[in-house]
């Protein structure tokens, strides 16, 4: 069973194209992350939530709404999108938002922006 | 400034050798935790083996084990008998108090290649 899971995998869009991109963990986490790595394969957050609240949202333009509707999923919802969106976006989850709290990631949906 | 540095964009290793893989970090705390991710070709993120900053003792999972000097602020990872599989992106992370809800932050990568 894949503990966190994130769809689609691939994803091809136009610019200016609304797109969202799902995610659920059955690791029975409270604390659920979007992180998106670049070309040049940087790794950074850009949204968190603890138990349904968002507690973490980084320097990330208004056209990126995360939307979680329980503990268990967390969305991206991408409206208007540009070249500069395409990336690979990693879903991820821990226990909690503690220092010890392992974060696990989803396999990544590959987002090209045309 | 970049909190964790990872200095060597490409590394290789023959199979069944032993290859290490440098990381530093620059911080103030005293508490926080260190992780070792790999990310193969499927880019699916795969933790290696994480790291107390409080606990002395080097941490190991079967042929991974780091070396953390504290107060050098460094955390290698030492790879022992290199399989092909072994052959991934490998980024060094770091989670601590001072950043935004205990944010975690990634060094850019380095790209090991296992040569048969």
């Known amino acids: 069973d894949t503990a966190v899971s994130q769809t689609p995998k691939y994803l091809v869009t136009q610019m200016g194209n609304d797109k969202s991109i799902k995610c659920e963990q059955n690791?029975?986490?409270?604390?659920m992350y979007w992180y998106k790595q670049d070309s040049k394969k940087f790794l950074k957050i850009m949204f968190s939530y603890n138990n349904k609240e968002l507690i973490i949202n980084e320097t990330v333009p208004n056209r990126f709404s995360p939307k979680s509707p329980d503990k268990a999923h967390l969305n991206l919802h991408i409206n208007s999108l540009e070249l500069g969106d395409s990336a690979v976006y990693f879903c991820?989850?821990?226990?909690?938002?503690?220092?010890?709290?392992?974060?696990?990631f989803g396999e990544g949906s590959w987002l090209t922006v045309v | 400034a970049q909190t964790v540095t990872q200095s060597q964009p490409e590394m290789s290793v023959q199979e069944a050798e032993t290859v290490t893989l440098s990381c530093t970090y620059d911080t103030s705390e005293s508490d926080y935790y260190l992780f070792w991710y790999k990310q193969p070709p499927s880019r699916q993120m795969i933790l290696v083996i994480r790291q107390e900053a409080y606990k002395q003792q080097n941490a190991t999972e079967n042929r991974f084990s780091v070396n953390f000097q504290k107060a050098a602020k460094s955390f290698s990872l030492k790879i022992s008998d290199s399989q092909l599989g072994d052959a991934a992106m490998y980024f060094c992370a770091y989670r601590s108090g001072e950043y935004n809800n205990n944010d975690m932050r990634f060094g850019a990568g380095t790209r090991l290649t296992v040569k048969p």
């Open positions: 690791l029975g986490h409270d604390t």
């Open positions: 991820a989850s821990s226990q909690g938002t503690s220092l010890g709290n392992t974060i696990y």
